[in-house]
């Protein structure tokens, strides 16, 4: 498996965590907090380099949620982001990062590497619900119906 595949679990494992501490606690819950709790129970041999694009990953998605989950709202027709698959969710929102702040990705290989990811750790309709919002998010972009502001590029 590739460097960023593996960093692409990470992020998605820690959004995942991330998403379920928000929602299952009354108070806030820090982003740093979370991500240091997060790196001391993995493996201590992940090597820097999928550390690294993990962290670009989750930091830049965390700091970018409420406009990645604007987004994903305009996009996914008849889909609540409250009624979507903690995993679906976490996975649109690595992945729209990657697709509007991170432009050095082409956006083939980013959905395509989503619903790989859909595919491996959804349901058996993940990898298509995954394909068909990015699907329609990119061409967005494509138009310039989705604004890239690259002062959120982390």
């Known amino acids: 498996m590739g460097k960023r595949r593996r960093a692409r679990e990470n992020t998605l494992q820690f959004l995942y965590q991330y998403d379920t501490l928000k ?14 709790l997060f790196w001391a129970t993995k493996e201590s041999d992940v090597e820097e380099e999928v550390r690294e694009f993990s962290n670009r990953l989750i930091t830049g998605a965390c700091k970018n949620i409420e ?9 996914s027709e008849h889909w609540r982001l409250s009624r979507m698959s903690t995993i679906d ?16 990705i082409p956006p083939p290989v980013t959905i395509n590497e989503a619903v790989e990811l859909a595919k491996k750790y ?4 993940s990898g298509a619900f995954v394909n068909g919002i990015l699907d329609r998010i990119r061409v967005a972009l494509d138009k310039g119906e989705v604004e890239y502001d690259k002062r959120s590029d982390s």
Not at 122 to 125: H, I, K, L, W
């Open 23 to 36: 929602e299952s606690s009354s108070q806030g819950v820090s982003t740093d907090d979370v991500l240091g």
């Open 67 to 75: 406009g990645i989950d604007d987004i994903i709202n305009r996009y």
């Open 89 to 104: 969710r976490n996975i649109l929102r690595m992945a729209i990062y990657e697709l509007v702040y991170l432009r050095d």
């Open 122 to 125: 959804g349901t058996e309709e």
